[in-house]
Each structure stands twice: as structure tokens, then as C-alpha cells.
């Protein structure tokens, strides 16, 4: 009655306490030798319960702990004297006299605790448990706590463990409970061999886990094993050496048996089976993480019902239930096991969730995840489901998260992906996943592709070329004329049939093909999933057999097997029945297609793959061009509209694969092989691949950017909006133009349609087309050209022409041998070889106004002047590739004697966003073995002397060149600038300059070099992920989007359970590889720089004395044909001429954000 007053009212409680000493009262009864066991356990509950309160805990906890001696006389009760006489008091209640006497006689013993069942005895013993699990348990505070300290102690002394663990055997479900909440709060260090044996024992024999609370108590009986498994002191080592194997199986098979019961229908029941389920597969998570124990969970015991254990899932547990991923454990990093799953009579169900959970697992494991992180939970569905929503990371992410496998992960990795491959899992999956419809669709694509084929297959060179130089020109132009008359009578048809209000009546409507269906259960009843979630895992999977596979054998064989025209009409027909832009599907796909054909162009020669062919390069033209027609309405209605990120990233993909495709054509053989393409065969293929709709669209993406550069519909200021739009674009722009560069590299006679236009943007429409882009687009088509002359050249002469296929040519700033000084070279980069060149130097073919070179007037020459070989290396002289800090540094230290100083090559790319693709090629073609290839590292040398030198965030870094101060110079000063680059960098507080002396730059040694080399330069505070629909997938749930960095990193609680610790358990090995990815590290595994160092080099960075403060007081983007830049600020006035338009544009960006942080009030005008 007392303790039920106390905990209604505070008051009671505290008069109780301070006026009546309750509980020296409590303690005197709790010290008496006979007590009885109702009074043993009111005392103790009402104990409990004041000292739970933290307040009534500081004033009275240490008195009542050395009156009751450290709880130590307690323990006494649940064995031995005290025991025996507690057992007697509880037999005399409701006893009649005889009965009595016996009692006191001795004559009745009592039962020894396996067999105790008394009511009252079992009451007493949950009042100890609960006094003892008070003092057990951490404080809430998180304090230290020196009485609980003193507790453990005694209670260790005392072996209270062993006595409480003894309980688990007693037939009592509750005491159970409460023996198991008390041990898991107690100290691990407490905790024996004996008892980590009676634990595991107590685990074996619970066989009917649906009796009682049988499930509950297995479930903190196998917490308590995950807390020793993951525990770093020595009883968790002793644990793992002697114990951990043993759990292993008993918990595992707890955990299958406990998943053949059928609880559906009872909501409770499943909620119950389910937490012990997820508690058996934490425990085997926690234990994948340490690699002695690995091989315990790939015995056949195990492996033999692994997949059973995934189908019962399947079929007893509703569709929101929780997930029992136990494919997220080591035994799941088995693709062998996990293909065991789509197999058989047995096989999942490709319609329900597990099986979408299994093909996520694979595109895990296949692209290099690793499973040593800080959580105690798998990833959920929901998890998942956000996971496949968003796009994939570039190649340089992906292959960064092999950083942080261990090496047993790593080994596996390999061993998984060649077995995935023997398995012919491609094969197994896309017939899974291809429906009668998925088949029907696919016959019929093959058919229109062959006769597409036919119509190529009887063309002769020579009767073919004079009929179609003028056949195209007059194709485009009556196109043309057309284009606009039909357009206007579909919506004026449109207008008399259904009336002036109709969406498609004269005014451009946004497609149904782009409506979204993100929901994960379409049909929860049945437990229907979204199929476009597996079709995205699955996907994944070929990308990162593509992209980043352990070894070239497994790339070569996928690409093999995708390039083929019926697989590839396969995957076309699954996707099509899927909404485009759910989990961004199609532009997955493209992307995935994109990176096949860039193999089959850049090694097709080197691994001997068969030429690619025109059905299936056919397949892929259709497909973009089904979407070009809907994608073109939406560009359309951009007046009203921005392109959301999943539109912006189909966009992209389109333009990138159709991009590739074309640098694909010329590898078309028409019929003898042994003879190489006409250029009328070409020009025929490009005809056919390239509708003009895709022209029109990607003109439109361009125009698109431009716009957006502008400000879009808010020309007049600066807005917040503006600036993480700005950011967020995906490089619409930049890919369009690279397909209309080869589009008119290969066919000139579609120069007319793509000028046309831009013409029609600028004139009827009104859009701003910057006449500094426009030149760069011819520029760049004029080099394109003069690269393929040179290219010709080459082939005539060289004695690798077979293999040797180039893969980049590019303009760059390096030192030239014979000056020694910094220039203009080109980069021809092969398979087998690496050159530079220095084009004519008469100054014939330079640019009258900018005394630039022009390669359009090195092909007006009647005589070609071959470019000068200035460097010519084989690709196997690479020992290491440095990316400097920016994105258009790149070093290149070649292979030497070890006691020479090192020999290297330090380049300026003037293009944007090329130096990582160069840096990879350059990698794979630097050895035929994966394991001997130059290793791709990060040079702290130019980094650390930014970081000294910018005082705040960096924003831009960009190498461009010195611009004339006024536009007057340029139109009639000549607008020459000077020849050398320098290095221009943007904080959000100024803007300073630096002279390049690449001869300063030297090879870093082991302490100094890293890996991670993250220079995006998007400030912190501006939210570049913007993925519509993600928040309806979430419903809720905390997340993180697995190692994609585009989510911040899990806290330890949110993937802890309580009474567990997040622990990441790692050998000394392990511990010294992860200090790779820190800038002051070693390299283990890596080729090692053994040179001599110099004492003191000279800085790269040659820093101009003059800073320009920001934000500035105006910033001229130049209207004319160069990219320059002008800004006064502090410090006085800038002028950058920058290589590119996309770079003048990258400081746009910036300095807007500079712009609209400072609250300046900046304004635009138009000039």
C-alpha cells in the first residue's frame, strides 16, 4: 500500500523518506535472517522504487548500500540456508497446523530451483532481481558512479552472475525476464567462461521457442552474446577465441527454427518472432566483423538452409513486417548461397520483398561494400528502396569504398564475383525478371533492328557515297520545313476535336511516360512489390560488373554478354514497361549501356572483342529516341518550369550514351571485316542511329542550361533558388555538346540543322545563346576533326595500329622540352601509349584576334603540318598517377631506377571534368594484371599550399589564362592574352592568383600521400541532393543511403539496440589499413616512392601578392566570343579568360552564392 502511495504522489514519497526514514525501515528488513517472502518482496519493490528516482538515488543510495552490505546478503536468498528458510515461510502461508509442524520439523526440503514453481517464492526472488538489476544498469545521468562501482565489486566477489544465470533454468518465464534485463546491464567484465557457457546452454535447450516468453528471454539471450562478441577487453577476446564459434550455431539454429513458425495472423505472436529473429541475425552481423569468425557461418550446416530460412520469411510474415535480413551478414556475402535463393521449386518470389532484398545484397557485395560499420540493425526495406532511388556515384566514389574493405572482404569479393559469373547469374536473373509480355516486346524490337540492318547491309561504297552526300543535306533540310507546318496541325486537330481547354491544344503537356510510381507495395494485400525496385538492384549489378570489377577477365565477360543484341533487347523491353523516371530507371540503364560501349571502344582491340553491331547499336538509338519525343515537350515548357533532378538525369544519360554510341559507329564493319567503314557507310549508320528529334532535344538541353545560367525567369537578381540550382545541375549542357561535337565530327552535313537551331532560340524565342559557346562548339568540331586527321597519320605509320586505339586527345598546358617553359601541348592518349604534341609553330593556323591556335586553320592548309612528338611513353612506364588538387591537375611519375630522382609529367587539361576519365584510362592501361597496375593516388603537395594559403572555404580553382581588362581591347586591341596559365582561386571571401611552376613539383613520399580526393567544391550549406519522392518512400524511417555520401553518416544510436555497444571490431591489420585513406599515412600494398627527397622544394604556387576581396562590387560576364570574366572588388580589378564556357560558368555559380551570402543587394543588367 505504501509503495503504491509513493509512486502516485511525490509528496508521499518524500514525506515518507525524509520524516518517516522508510528506508532504514527497508533495510532492517531486508537484513533479517527469516523473513517472510511477501514482505522480502514488498520491501524490495519498494526500495526500487525510491532509489529510481535520481534525487532520492544521490541522497539515500550510499547509506542504503553499506547498510545492506553491497546487496551482497541478498544473493543468499536465491540458494543455500537463506534459501530453504524462505522456502518454508512461503509454505506457510494458507498451511493448517499439521501441516505447519512438518514445515517446521524439517521434514520438507525444499525443491531445487528447476522445480520451483511457488507462487510467493518466485515473487520474492522477482523483487531481489529487481532490487540487484537497479544497481546493474548504467545511470541515466551517464555519470560515474562509485557506489555502483563499489556494487560490481562486491557482487563480482560474490559470483552473483552464476547464481543469477542459475535462475534461467527455473520454469518461471518472468523470472527469466528479469535475470536476463539485470545480467545485460551488468559490467561484461563480471561475466566468466562458466557463464558464457551456461548462456549458450541455456540457448540450446529452449526447443519450444512459442512457449511462454520463451522468445523474449532467447532474445536477451542472445543480446547478451552480441554484447560479448563486439566487447574490445579481455572477456570479449576470450569470448571470440572460445565461445563465439559455438554461439554461432546455436543461435543460428534457434534463429531457423524459430522461422518455420507459423504466427501469421496473430499480430503479437509475429511481433515476438519477429524480435528474436532480428536479434539472432545482429548477433551474426556483429559477428561477420571479425574475420576468425567468418568461417564459421559458410559451413554447410548452414548454407544448406540459409535459403529456406529466406523463402519462410516470404511466405509466413506480412508485407510491412520487419525485415530478417540475414542475407546482411557474412553468410549473405555468398552470391553462390544468395543464387541458391533464385532457384528450384524453392525459388523466391520475384513479386515479393525478399527477393528485391536479395538482389540489393548482391549489387552490395559485387560493387565492393564493405559490412564493418557502426550498426547493429540491417538496412530495412524502406532503406533500401531510398537507397535504389537515387542515381549511382561516379566511378572515382564507387571504387572509393573499396578502401574500406578489410582484406578477407577483399579476397571474397573476388571469389564471389567469378562465381557469380560461372553461375551465369546474368542469365539467371534477366529470365526472372523477362515476363511473357518482356518477350513479346523484345521479338518485336529484334525485327524492326534487322531490317534496319538490311537496308545497310547492300550498300557499296562507291554507288553509295555521291546518292547520299546530297540525299542527307535534302533529308534534313525538307525536315526541317516540315517540322513546324506538322506540329501546328496536330494541335490545331487537337484543338477541334476536344476544344480550347485540352492540354495538348497548341501549348506543349507534360507526358504520362514521366508520371512516377515510387510506392514500395503496390498491392499490400498480396504483398506486391514495385517491380522497378528489383530492376533497379539488378541493374546495379551489371554496372558494377562493368565499371568495378575485381578482375578484367569478369568485366570482358559481361560485356560480352550485355553487347549481345538479344540480352540487350531483353533489358530494353523490362524497362520499358516501368516508369522511366521511378528510381530513375531508364537513366540507370543508359548509364550502364554507356559505360558497355565506352569498354568495347576504348579495350575492344586489347581484349579482342568482336566489333560491336548495328542492331544493337540500333536497339539503343530507338530507345533514346522513344524518350527524346516526351523529353522535347518538357524542354518546351521550361518558361513555366525548371527540370526536376530525376528529368535533369535522364536528360544527362541520353545525351551521354547517344554520345558514345556515335564514337562507337566508326568500329561498324559493313560486311568484309578485313575493310574498315566508308565514310558513306558511316555517314548511313549515323543517319539511321541519330533521329532528328534527338538533335532538336539535346540543342534544347543546351539552351536549357544557358537559360538557367542566366538566372531563368528571375533575370533581374540573385536569389537563394538560383544558387542551388545552379549546383544542382548534372552537366546537361556539357553532354550535348560532346554528342553534337562527334555527331558533326562524323557527319558535317547535320551542321545546318543543329546551327538552324540555335538560330531559332535566339531569334524567335527569344533565349540567350552566348556567342563564347558558340565558338567553343565549332572550336571543339574543328578539333575533333584535326585530331582525326592526326589520328589518320598515326594509323599510316605506326607498327601497333591493330591494338593500339586512342582513347583521348586533349588540349593541355605543360612544359615544353625544348623552352622549358609552360604551354599549349596535346594529349594522345592509346591504349599502349601516351604522347605529347606541339602543333605547327609558324604561326600559319593562329587566330588573328586572339594569337591563339585554331585547328580549323590547320585544315584549311593545302599542305597538313603534322603536329611535333614532343613526349612519346609506353602506358607501362606509369609507376603512379597523382591527381593534383582541382580538377584539371594531373602528375605522372614514370617508372626509374629507385636511387635516381624521380621522373615525371605534370598536366594542365584545359577541358573540365576530363581529368579523371584520362587518370582511370591511364590506370587500366598501365598493366594487363589488376594487381600490378600504377596505383591512382592524391598529391597533398599543391593541396597543402592552398590550405595555407585560402582562409576560408575554397569555391573555385581554376587554371585559366589573363584576360584584357575592357571588351575595347578585345574587339580592337586584338584581344591577345597572355600564353601562361595560371592557377585562379575563389573563397567565399576573395579571390587570389597564382603562377604554375610545375618544375617545383616533386614526387610525395609515403607520409604524404592519400587517396580521397574530394574537390567538388559545393559549400556546405547548399543542398545539392534534391530527389523528389524520396520523403514518401521514407515513411519516416531515419536512413542513410549506404556508403553513397550523399546522407550524413549513421550516429551509433541509431543502429544500436539497447544494452549493446557500436562497436567496429577490426585485427591490428585492419587498424593500420584504415589509416590510408588520412593524409599522413603509410601505403601498404601500394608501390612505394624510394627516391630521395629534396630538403625544400620551391611551391608550385607562386602566390600573387594582390588579393580581391569579396563580394565584389561588379562582375562583367563578357557578351563576346572568348569566356572572359571581368570583377572589380577590393584589391582592384580582375580579368580571367577561361578555357571553356563550362568553367566561366562554374564561377558564376560561385560567385552568386558569394553574391547572395553577403546580402550585397546585387542586381543584373543585360548589356
Known amino acids: 500500500f505504501v509503495t503504491a502511495m509513493m509512486e502516485k504522489r511525490e509528496s508521499v514519497k518524500r514525506d515518507c523518506c ?31 522504487m525510491i532509489l529510481e528516482d535520481e534525487g532520492m538515488y544521490d541522497r539515500y543510495a550510499p547509506k542504503v548500500i553499506d547498510e545492506l552490505q553491497y546487496l551482497v546478503p541478498l544473493l543468499k536468498f536465491l540458494d543455500g540456508q537463506k534459501y530453504r528458510e524462505l522456502y518454508k515461510a512461503a509454505l506457510r502461508h494458507g498451511a493448517d497446523a499439521q501441516q505447519r509442524k512438518d514445515i517446521d520439523s524439517d521434514n ?41 562501482e563499489q556494487v560490481h565489486r562486491e557482487m563480482d566477489k560474490a559470483e552473483s552472475e552464476s547464481k543469477l544465470l542459475s535462475l534461467l533454468f527455473m520454469p518461471n518465464d518472468e523470472i527469466k525476464l528479469h535475470v536476463m534485463h539485470c545480467i545485460i546491464g551488468m559490467p561484461l567484465k563480471q561475466i566468466d567462461t562458466k557463464e558464457m557457457g551456461i548462456i549458450i546452454k541455456t540457448i540450446s535447450n529452449t526447443r519450444n521457442i512459442g512457449e511462454g516468453k520463451a522468445e523474449e528471454v532467447l532474445a536477451l539471450l542472445i543480446r547478451m552474446l552480441g554484447r560479448l562478441v563486439q566487447d574490445q577487453e579481455e572477456t570479449g577476446r576470450e569470448f571470440r577465441q572460445s565461445y563465439a564459434h559455438i554461439a554461432i550455431s546455436e543461435v543460428y539454429q534457434t534463429l531457423f527454427r524459430n522461422a518455420r513458425r507459423d504466427t501469421h495472423g496473430s499480430h503479437d505472436e509475429e511481433s515476438q518472432k519477429l524480435a528474436l529473429s532480428c536479434e539472432a541475425v545482429s548477433y551474426l552481423r556483429f559477428c ?56 528450384g521449386p524453392r525459388a523466391l518470389d520475384p513479386s515479393q520483398k525478399v527477393f528485391m532484398r536479395v538482389l540489393s545484397r548482391m549489387a552490395y557485395v559485387l560493387e565492393g561494400r564493405s559490412d564493418g560499420h557502426n550498426r547493429a540493425v540491417p538496412f530495412s526495406l524502406e532503406e533500401i528502396a531510398v537507397d535504389e532511388h537515387v542515381m549511382w556515384p561516379d566511378r572515382t566514389t564507387m571504387a572509393r569504398q573499396h578502401r574500406f574493405l578489410d582484406d578477407e572482404e577483399r579476397s571474397d569479393r573476388v571469389l564471389q564475383t567469378k562465381r557469380f559469373m560461372e553461375l551465369d547469374g546474368i542469365t539467371v536473373i534477366l529470365d526472372i525478371l523477362s515476363n511473357l509480355q518482356v518477350k513479346e516486346n523484345a521479338a518485336r524490337m529484334l525485327k524492326d533492328s534487322e531490317k534496319a540492318s538490311d537496308e545497310l547491309a547492300g550498300i557499296s561504297h562507291e554507288e553509295r557515297l555521291e546518292q547520299l552526300e546530297g540525299k542527307v543535306a535534302d533529308h534534313l533540310v525538307v525536315m526541317a520545313r516540315r517540322a513546324g507546318p506538322e506540329a501546328l496541325e496536330r494541335a490545331n486537330f487537337t484543338y477541334e476535336e476536344v476544344g480550347e481547354d485540352h492540354p495538348g491544344a497548341l501549348f506543349p503537356t507534360r507526358s504520362s511516360c514521366f508520371d512516377t510510381k515510387d510506392d514500395i507495395f503496390l498491392e ?60 530513375g530507371i531508364s537513366a540507370k540503364f543508359l548509364r550502364m549501356v554507356h559505360w558497355m560501349w565506352l569498354e568495347v571502344v576504348q579495350f575492344g582491340h ?78 548511313k549508320c549515323v543517319e539511321s542511329l541519330v533521329d532528328p528529334v534527338c538533335i532538336n532535344l ?34 546537361l549542357k556539357e553532354q550535348s555538346s560532346l554528342f553534337l561535337v562527334r555527331l558533326l565530327m562524323l557527319c558535317d552535313e547535320f551542321r545546318y540543322e543543329v546551327l538552324e537551331q540555335f538560330n531559332r532560340a535566339d531569334v524567335f524565342l527569344s533565349q540567350t545563346v552566348r556567342p563564347c559557346y558558340m565558338m567553343e562548339l565549332l572550336y571543339s568540331v574543328s578539333f575533333g576533326k584535326y585530331m582525326a586527321k592526326v589520328e589518320q597519320n598515326f594509323l599510316k605509320h605506326s607498327r601497333h595500329a ?57 585544315l584549311e592548309k593545302d599542305n597538313f603540318t603534322k603536329p611535333t612528338i614532343e613526349l612519346e611513353r609506353a602506358a607501362s612506364d606509369i609507376a603512379r598517377i597523382y591527381r593534383c588538387y582541382g580538377s584539371q591537375l594531373l602528375a605522372i611519375e614514370w617508372r626509374s631506377p629507385v636511387d635516381a630522382v624521380a621522373d615525371v609529367t605534370v598536366l594542365a587539361f584545359q577541358r573540365m571534368g576530363i581529368r579523371d576519365d584520362v587518370a582511370h584510362f591511364l590506370h587500366r592501361s598501365s598493366s594487363e594484371s589488376h594487381d600490378k597496375r600504377a596505383a591512382m593516388l592524391s598529391d597533398p603537395k599543391i593541396r597543402a599550399e592552398v590550405s595555407e594559403k585560402a582562409t576560408s572555404d575554397v569555391l573555385a580553382a581554376t587554371i585559366a589564362m589573363v584576360a584584357p581588362q575592357n571588351v575595347v581591347a578585345t574587339v580592337f586591341g586584338g584581344g591577345k592574352v597572355a600564353s601562361f596559365p595560371r592557377m585562379y ?69 541509431q543502429g544500436a539496440l539497447p544494452g549493446t555497444q557500436a562497436v567496429v571490431l577490426a585485427t591490428e591489420k585492419d587498424k593500420q589499413k584504415a589509416s590510408r585513406w588520412k593524409p599522413s599515412c603509410s601505403l601498404p600494398g601500394f608501390p612505394q616512392s624510394k627516391r630521395p627527397q629534396k630538403e625544400q622544394s620551391d611551391p608550385v604556387l607562386q602566390w600573387s601578392s594582390t588579393a580581391y576581396s569579396l563580394p565584389p562590387t561588379e562582375v562583367e560576364f563578357d557578351v563576346g566570343s572568348q569566356p572572359d570574366l571581368r570583377l572589380k572588388a577590393g584589391g582592384g580589378s580582375l580579368a580571367i579568360r577561361f578555357c571553356d564556357d563550362s568553367a566561366r560558368e562554374h564561377w558564376r555559380r560561385a560567385l552568386a552564392y558569394v553574391c547572395c551570402k553577403g546580402d550585397s543587394g546585387f542586381t543584373r543588367e543585360e548589356k
Open 18 to 48: 525524509e520524516s518517516f526514514h522508510i528506508t532504514d525501515l527497508l533495510c532492517k528488513i531486508l537484513m533479517q535472517h527469516n523473513i517472510d517472502p511477501l514482505l522480502l518482496r514488498s520491501a524490495c519493490k519498494c526500495m526500487t
Open 606 to 683: 586489347a581484349l579482342q572483342l568482336p566489333p560491336p553491331t548495328f542492331e544493337s547499336m540500333k536497339v539503343m538509338g530507338n530507345y533514346i529516341k522513344d524518350h527524346a519525343e516526351p523529353m522535347t515537350s518538357l524542354t518546351d515548357m521550361t518558361n513555366e518550369r525548371r527540370l526536376t533532378t530525376p528529368e535533369q538525369t535522364l536528360g544527362l544519360e541520353m545525351a551521354r550514351c547517344m554520345s558514345t554510341l556515335l564514337l562507337a559507329v566508326p568500329l561498324l564493319t559493313p560486311g568484309d571485316e578485313s575493310k574498315p567503314a566508308s565514310a558513306a557507310f558511316i555517314s
Open 108 to 148: 520438507i526440503e525444499a525443491p531445487p530451483l528447476t522445480h520451483l514453481s511457488n507462487e510467493k517464492m518466485c515473487g520474492a526472488f522477482l523483487g531481489v532481481i529487481g532490487l540487484l538489476a537497479l544497481f546493474a544498469k548504467a545511470p541515466k545521468s551517464g555519470k560515474p558512479d562509485e557506489y555502483r
Open 802 to 858: 591493330p591494338v593500339d586505339h586512342m582513347a583521348y586527345f586533349e588540349l593541355v598546358y605543360a612544359l615544353q622540352p625544348r623552352s622549358n617553359t609552360l604551354g599549349m601541348m596535346m594529349l594522345r592518349v592509346t591504349t599502349t601509349k601516351i604522347y605529347l604534341l606541339t602543333p605547327s609553330q609558324d604561326g600559319s593556323a593562329n587566330d588573328e584576334q586572339s594569337g591563339q591556335w585554331d585547328p580549323s586553320r590547320e
Open 698 to 731: 539535346f540543342v534544347a538541353f543546351i539552351l536549357y542550361e544557358i537559360q538557367m545560367d542566366m538566372g531563368g525567369g528571375s533575370r533581374d537578381m540573385i536569389s537563394r533558388e538560383f544558387v542551388e540550382q545552379s549546383y544542382r545541375k548534372k552537366g
Open 524 to 583: 499490400e494485400e498480396k504483398k506486391i512489390v514495385n517491380r522497378v525496385y528489383a530492376v533497379s538492384s539488378f541493374l546495379r549489378i551489371l554496372h558494377a560488373l562493368i565499371l568495378v570489377a575485381p578482375s578484367d577477365d569478369v568485366s570482358l565477360q559481361a560485356v560480352k554478354q550485355l553487347r549481345t543484341t538479344p540480352v540487350l533487347l531483353r533489358l530494353v523491353a523490362i524497362i520499358h514497361l516501368l516508369p522511366c523516371l521511378s528510381c
Open 288 to 343: 561477420s566483423r571479425v574475420p576468425s569468425l567468418r568461417s564459421q557461418m559458410r559451413k554447410a550446416e548452414i548454407l544448406g538452409t540459409f535459403p529456406e530460412i529466406l523463402k519462410l520469411e516470404e511466405e509466413l510474415h506480412s508485407a510491412h513486417s520487419q525485415d530478417v535480413a540475414i542475407e546482411q551478414t557474412w553468410i549473405g556475402r555468398s552470391l553462390e548461397n544468395l543464387m541458391l535463393c533464385l532457384k
Open 985 to 1053: 582561386l575563389m573563397t567565399d571571401k576573395e579571390v587570389i592568383v597564382s603562377d604554375l611552376n610545375f618544375k617545383a613539383w616533386t614526387v610525395p613520399d609515403n607520409a604524404g600521400t592519400y587517396f580521397d580526393d574530394i574537390d567538388s567544391f559545393v559549400p556546405a550549406d547548399v543542398n545539392i541532393d534534391h530527389y523528389p519522392g524520396l520523403q514518401e518512400i521514407q515513411h519516416g524511417v531515419a536512413h542513410t543511403l549506404a556508403f553513397h555520401g550523399t546522407a550524413a553518416a549513421l550516429t551509433a544510436a
